[in-house]
């Protein structure tokens, strides 16, 4: 069985027409891992039992000749952030290596009642702080176009497990680009949800005003279906909202969302002139690849050839938002990652060292945080509690909090005339392993692109436009809140007439 | 730039215990992104109300109701701590 190219609907109707069973279909994805992980590296933790019991629950359900959910007997996986019962889940840190999850994420619950396969857990620089995936603590992912390029990060691992046909599709999270960036770099779908449709109750914290969970998947559709089946408002995460979806984004004669054929579709959408996209030219000046700036402007023009509004934008606070990012999610992360202390779980140095001569609680701290912490996280801990500290707060972390009004407000004024923002996902292409690991402020702007829309809360999407040799370039769909389903639709569109 | 005094303070209130050798590291490092940052400095802000949340969040209130765990789920939670006695979590003392 050829599983590279199973999307959802796929397999639900294989499963339907009992061309393989579920069980069938998840040892195949298992060998799959087997012989591939060596080289790709996109997992920590495989969970075969739990995985073979998920699709004989399955299997049983058919065979009862019981309606099944369209995500029924799916392989998925899960980025090791994601609490999944029962399963370790490290965060990609020395200080949670052998912590085993006591409950369910939510988005775990949700997707676990629509009978999903899970595979296992996904690598991640340590805590979701990196853009390569080389920060994790355990081992390095490889990007599965190149594998002497990395995978992009912090969703890494789920992003090469998807592009390298090691699962169907998975979940990551995305705090100022950790799902857009690798899913661009692997050649694969990624949405980040606007901030509060997916509930973060069961995902470690990374800076609690950016995270969302989001799908990485191999195309639009299947974005959608797992999208659907994660969001919503949920009592355990107080950010979390009921979603009113705004689909009706394609206004005119011909809205996008009549016929379901996909003929219909791509006809419906192709009249409607009026859709508006803008472009904002600070997302093409200096520092972008520019074999990618060329690609994303040919995609442009098959855009505006379909008959769209192309509209030269401003996003005039652009160039501080990664400043402003660093500050923001640095100073949040401080604070939560203050939880690692050595006493309530996790590693505690003392116990791992029992010959070490602790006296006193503060070297419990000391010791359990500077051994069980990698470089990265300990410099960003760092930097946000210097923002954060006397002195500096209104330097530093006020003032940034005061910038993110007006990148939000960049956005909202330009909502007001266009539909959509087009923009490149990463201004360079997969990098070399190690090229950028000794100069953490290079690594930094892997995310120029991709954090504003985690600062001003609006959904964005990474879909795959194109190929530089061997190595995949995406766009960035970035929406007004809560227009997921119009992002899909023009997704869909734009699917087409990228010719996938 | 930053101080190798000031980086000490900053990891003794981090709670993160650095060997001289990264101290040396972080002073570096610490200094050349602060000096990026500095960009916002040209952001005149002086109008401008802080974003603390991207989307408007109210204050969500409940009713102040303890839920009961089961025994399983206390044990489970107990667990994962590195050091207890007797149902409790141990730690260092703290008073003499």
Redesign the interface.
């Known amino acids: 069985m050829e599983v590279e190219f199973l999307t959802i609907s796929k397999i639900h109707q294989g499963l339907l027409k009992k061309e393989f069973s579920a069980e069938e279909l998840t040892r195949t994805y298992l060998e799959k891992i087997k012989s591939n992980e060596e080289k790709l590296g996109a997992f920590l933790e495989v969970c075969e039992d739990l995985a073979l019991s998920q699709a004989r629950e399955v299997d049983e359900l058919i065979f009862q000749g019981r309606e099944i959910p369209l995500l029924a007997g799916v392989p998925c996986a899960i980025k090791d952030n994601i609490l999944v019962r029962g399963i370790k889940c490290t965060a990609g840190s020395k200080i949670l290596e052998n912590?085993?999850a006591?409950?369910d994420a939510t988005c775990i619950k949700k997707l676990k009642k629509e009978k999903v396969v899970i595979l296992g857990k996904t690598n991640l620089d340590e805590f979701a702080m990196g853009s390569s995936t080389e920060h994790s603590a355990f081992k390095i992912t490889r990007n599965p176009h190149d594998l002497e390029k990395v995978a992009g990060g912090s969703s890494g691992g789920s992003a090469a497990a998807v592009g390298g046909g090691e699962c169907c599709f998975s979940l990551g999270s995305d705090t100022g680009g950790s799902i857009r960036q690798p899913a661009a770099f692997c050649g694969v779908v990624g949405l980040k949800p606007?901030?509060?449709a997916v509930s973060r109750y069961g995902l470690i914290a990374f800076a609690s005003?950016l995270d969302q969970i989001g799908p990485i998947t191999k195309n639009i559709e299947d974005c959608e279906i797992v999208f659907n089946a994660i969001k919503g408002k949920d009592?355990r995460d107080?950010?979390s909202?009921e979603a009113n979806l705004k689909s009706q984004i394609f206004r005119g004669p011909h809205s996008a969302s009549s016929g379901m054929g996909q003929e219909s579709n791509l006809k419906s959408i192709t009249k409607i002139s009026n859709l508006r996209v803008g472009i904002p030219k600070e997302y093409f000046g200096e520092g972008i690849d520019k074999r990618i700036r060329e690609m994303i402007e040919e995609a442009i023009k098959k855009i505006e050839k379909e008959g769209a509004k192309i509209e030269e934008i401003s996003l005039p606070?652009t160039?501080?938002a990664l400043?402003?990012y660093?500050?923001v999610a640095t100073s949040e992360a401080?604070a939560n990652l203050?939880r690692y202390?050595?006493?309530?779980?996790?590693?505690?140095y003392?116990?791992s060292n029992l010959k070490s001569q602790?006296?006193?609680?503060?070297?419990?701290?000391?010791?359990t945080?500077?051994?069980g912490?990698g470089q990265e996280v300990?410099?960003r801990?760092?930097?946000g509690?210097?923002a954060l500290?006397a002195g500096y707060y209104e330097a530093?972390y006020?003032?940034?909090?005061?910038?993110?009004?007006?990148i939000?407000q960049d956005f909202e004024k330009n909502f007001e005339k266009v539909d959509f923002i087009l923009t490149p996902v990463s201004p360079f292409l997969p990098f070399k392993i190690g090229e950028k690991i000794d100069d953490?402020?290079k690594m930094?702007l892997s995310d120029i692109f991709t954090v504003s829309s985690?600062?001003?809360?609006?959904p964005a999407l990474s879909l795959p436009c194109g190929k530089v040799g061997e190595l995949p370039v995406g766009v960035q769909i970035i929406g007004k809140?809560f227009s997921e389903p119009a992002i899909f639709q023009l997704g869909k569109f734009l699917e087409k007439i990228f010719g996938k | 730039m930053?101080t190798k005094k000031?980086?000490q303070h900053?990891?003794k209130?981090?709670?993160?215990?650095?060997?001289e050798k990264?101290i040396e590291k972080?002073q570096k490092?610490?200094s050349?992104?602060?000096e990026?940052?500095d960009?916002?400095?040209e952001?005149d802000?002086s109008e401008?109300?802080?974003?603390?949340?991207?989307?408007l969040?109210e204050n969500?209130m409940?009713e102040d109701e303890a839920k009961r765990e089961s025994p399983q789920?206390i044990n489970?939670?107990l667990d994962?701590?590195?050091?207890k006695e007797e149902g409790y979590?141990k730690?260092?003392?703290?008073l003499k």
Do not use: W
Not at chain 2, 13 to 19: D, K, T, V
């Open positions: 912590y085993v006591p409950y606007t901030y509060g005003s009592p107080s950010t909202v606070h160039k501080y400043a402003c660093y500050i401080s203050a202390d050595g006493i309530r779980y996790g590693m505690s003392e116990i602790i006296s006193n609680l503060m070297d419990v701290y000391l010791k945080r500077g051994e912490f300990k410099r801990i760092m930097l509690t210097y500290s530093y006020l003032r940034a909090q005061k910038v993110r009004t007006l939000k953490p402020l930094y985690n600062l001003a809360g609006v809140p | 930053i000031e980086v900053v990891a209130l981090a709670r993160l215990g650095l060997s990264e972080m490092e610490l050349v992104i602060l990026y940052i960009l916002l400095k952001v802000v401008i109300k802080p974003t603390f949340h991207s989307v969040i969500v409940r789920i489970k939670l994962e701590a590195p050091s979590v730690v260092k003392e703290i």
